[in-house]
């Protein structure tokens, strides 16, 4: 896995579980918190968001988001320019969201899987290299 990366990171309270050790599994590199910091029901989007931000700005290399489905955080991660927020339930989907598709933003379930797979999950997305090629010609069409 890559070390040293800025990586910007926030679940709602369905990800607080995980998150945490999302977190210490990638204690080589620099981690912003963004929260939640309880399990106390919260809105996905105030979450989703400044992780966006982040990425987009260019402030962070990558961000990781964590919610019941992952589909809300990755509908609202995707309406920021540039970012590219792929949900991943296995090891497969995160290897390809990455090769293909040049994902920023790597989108969790923490209802439909494990701590322990979503730390997989994990260790694929931030060890696999964009592919580029006639992937990078797909990638350029996505901007609105």
Request: net charge negative; with cysteine; charged share 25%.
């Amino acid at each position: 896995m890559k070390e040293g990366l800025k990586i910007a990171i926030g679940a709602d309270h369905a990800g607080f579980d995980f998150k945490q050790g999302i977190i210490d599994a990638l204690a080589a590199n620099e981690i912003k918190d963004f929260g939640t910091y309880s399990s106390d029901s919260v809105d996905y989007p105030d979450f989703a968001h400044p992780v966006a931000s982040g990425v987009e700005s260019g402030e962070f290399d990558f961000g990781i988001l964590i919610c019941g489905s992952g589909n809300g955080v990755a509908m609202t991660a995707n309406k920021h320019q540039g970012i590219r927020a792929a949900i991943c339930w296995n090891e497969e989907l995160a290897e390809r969201a990455r090769s293909h598709n040049d994902a920023n933003i790597l989108c969790i379930p923490a209802r439909y899987i494990s701590p322990e797979e979503a730390k997989k999950i994990v260790e694929v997305f931030f060890s696999t290299e964009f592919e580029g090629g006639r992937h990078a010609n797909r990638v350029n069409k996505i901007a609105c």
